[in-house]
């Protein structure tokens, strides 16, 4: 069972939940959320309640594509100093990791923030470092301004960076699975507050509310979603008021947009979503490693890449299926042995599966 700060308010919920007879699909847009959901019990919890909880497209690592690690590893082997955050060391490419580009001599450091990329090409003029910028509207900020603030030449950005609400419009579009809700993630509201969200009540008439990461703020957004759907209404309620404010945070939405341009991407298990990505505007192209190191990239722009063999963190991504639906979860594949990033990510639906699902951890399909 899991613990909560409140436990009367939570009690209170579930007995709520229970009176009611629910059949409900909901989805969330946070690797912190399925890490609250399983790692408390959540999920199991709510099942039987006949509310299922799917995972979205909410974890940086896992959407980014194997072409994009392969494009990174290049210019790893081609001598460039890669920086990244430790998630994306693992992460597996159509032939190996940027691990296994280390491994063969490639330097390739692990950092906590752009400014310890920065630092490191100041301190180091004579190598060329390229930060491998992943990452959502939380984390963009922070390389928006470190190209705003004049970095030094011997820096650059390959931004994967992604926006998130065009992902919850391809998910709506696609229409694989029937979601009565969605929650949506406290973090990124923080920066772009309610209004980006609105359109997924408008045009599909979706009931949505920004949660924040305790199990009590998961078990109240659940119980928000299930009351707009008794009322009738499809909204954005905020239940992270402590936090998300409607408008967001004005001065890092003014330093996206100065720093990018919203272009359309591939994220993985996904087709081209349109202005989902965050490119580099073309004043910066001076540290846009995909400009700087054209030269490096231009044979692999005509290769298709494969995702790894029989992987289907894709159809998690997309809440297909449960990450204990995949044959090769906990079988082949394993932390210690990941086969596609889903496992690898400490916000991977299928790693955090692992660790807290209990009695689910090795069940399979086959």
């Excluded at 989805?27 to 890490?35: I, N, W």
């Excluded at 974890?59 to 194997?66: D, H, K, L, R, S």
């Excluded at 923080?190 to 509310?209: D, H, L, N, R, Y």
């Amino acid at each position: 069972m899991f613990q909560l700060r409140d436990k009367r308010l939570s009690k209170k919920i579930v007995e709520e939940l229970r009176k009611r007879d629910l059949d409900l699909t909901i989805m969330h847009v946070c690797g912190t959320h399925q890490d609250t959901l399983v790692r408390h019990g959540l999920d199991e919890l709510l099942m039987g309640l006949g509310i299922d909880v799917r995972e979205g497209p909410g974890c940086p690592v896992c959407v980014t594509t194997t072409r994009e690690i392969e494009e990174v590893k290049a210019l790893a082997r081609a001598g460039k100093t890669v920086a990244l955050y430790g998630d994306m060391l693992k992460a597996p490419g159509e032939d190996g990791s940027l691990a296994d580009a280390r491994a063969e001599g490639a330097d390739v450091r692990i950092v906590y923030s752009v400014d310890d990329a920065l630092n490191m090409a100041s301190n180091e003029p004579d190598r060329e470092f390229v930060f491998f910028g992943v990452g959502f509207e939380t984390t963009a900020p922070a390389t928006a301004v470190a190209i705003e603030s004049g970095p030094p030449e011997n820096f650059s950005v390959y931004s994967v960076h992604k926006l998130t609400p065009p992902a919850v419009k391809g998910i709506a579009q696609l229409g694989e699975v029937r979601l009565d809700g969605v929650v949506l993630p406290g973090h990124v509201s923080t920066i772009i507050g309610k209004g980006p969200w609105e359109f997924a009540s408008k045009e599909f008439g979706m009931p949505q509310v920004i949660a924040g990461f305790e199990p009590l703020d998961l078990l109240m957004g659940i119980f928000m979603l299930v009351k707009q759907i008794e009322d009738g209404r499809a909204e954005v309620d905020i239940e992270y008021s402590r936090v998300v404010k409607p408008e967001g945070n004005p001065r890092a939405q003014k330093i996206l947009r100065e720093v990018f341009d919203a272009v359309d991407v591939e994220w993985r298990g996904f087709p081209v979503l349109p202005e989902s990505g965050m490119e580099l505007k073309a004043k910066y192209d001076d540290f846009n490693a995909r400009k700087r190191y054209e030269d490096i990239l231009e044979p692999l722009k005509e290769k298709d890449f494969r995702d790894p063999p029989g992987c289907r963190c894709g159809e998690v991504i997309r809440g297909v299926i449960h990450s204990w639906e995949c044959p090769l979860f906990g079988n082949l594949c394993t932390p210690n042995n990941a086969v596609g990033p889903c496992m690898v990510s400490s916000e991977g639906a299928c790693s955090i599966e692992y660790k807290f699902g209990k009695g689910r951890k090795f069940r399979s399909t086959n």
